[in-house]
DNA sequence: TAACAACAATTAACATGTTAAGGAATATCA
DNA sequence: TGATATTCCTTAACATGTTAATTGTTGTTA
């Protein structure tokens, strides 16, 4: 993940951010269980994440009026800013990676790895 | 990792914590900068974790007389016995990996992991 | 030898992972 | 309906990763 990462100190973002950012540009208006699960964090992680995100105005938070203990988070403007100027970048990041490991290897550790989730979670 | 950190719960002790101690037992007396190396760990981290492992009674350090800036560090009976005593089921934990993964793929993983090692830290 | 460079380690500040406990809102059921 | 359970989320406490600044020590060199 280091050139990603090292991508990702230009925008004074972290990883997960930039994953939380990824998934809501995606998917629109998410509520936090959904967002939390989308983006691979636990729930007290996305939490602290959702509160500094939406102090540097990346995010916005709404409480669902139906059920009050539901929350919905979105993407602003700024936030989707950030995903258009730095999604090419990333892109050839990866397509980079895909070239140094070859196209092959790079299917076959991403099918190790999947194979590897399920069993790691029981 | 997950079978491995539940494994660890119950000793109190953490992943980062296990492999000092397994590279301490390997290799004996380690000066700090060569136990962070091979522990995988930041100079930070090292710090931090030496002292509770010293205060778990895990570990001792040593100034190097020599040269004063150096530090050295050990393995204490206490934590020697905590490697002793896990050190069984830790391999058949591994074992377990294998047999679920199949060998050829196991190796494969590491094989492909080892790759993309070099790859992601220049 | 006195100034300065280089090195080893620590500390600080921030972000996250992880488990457990807590709080508020809603659902359930006797 | 009122007590209880469940659900969603937050807080707290601890451990680590990471970068930068700092403290001691040792090396170098003018």
Do not use: C, H
């Not at 925008?11 to 989308?38: C, H, K, M, P, Y």
């Not at 009050?68 to 397509?95: H, N, P, W």
């Amino acid at each position: 993940m280091t050139p990603i990462r090292d991508m990702l100190s230009e925008t004074g973002i972290t990883e997960q951010q930039w994953r939380v950012l990824r998934v809501l540009s995606e998917f629109g208006l998410l509520d936090a269980s959904t967002l939390a699960n989308r983006a691979s964090l636990l729930f007290p992680s996305l939490t602290r994440i959702a509160t500094t995100m939406r102090k540097k105005g990346l995010i916005t938070q709404t409480r669902d009026v139906a059920d009050r203990r539901r929350q919905f988070i979105a993407i602003t403007e700024a936030g989707q800013k950030l995903i258009d100027d730095y999604t090419d970048q990333s892109a050839l990041i990866v397509a980079e990676f895909k070239r140094t490991m070859g196209e092959d290897d790079y299917e076959t550790l991403l099918d190790l790895l999947a194979r590897l989730d399920p069993m790691v979670r029981d």
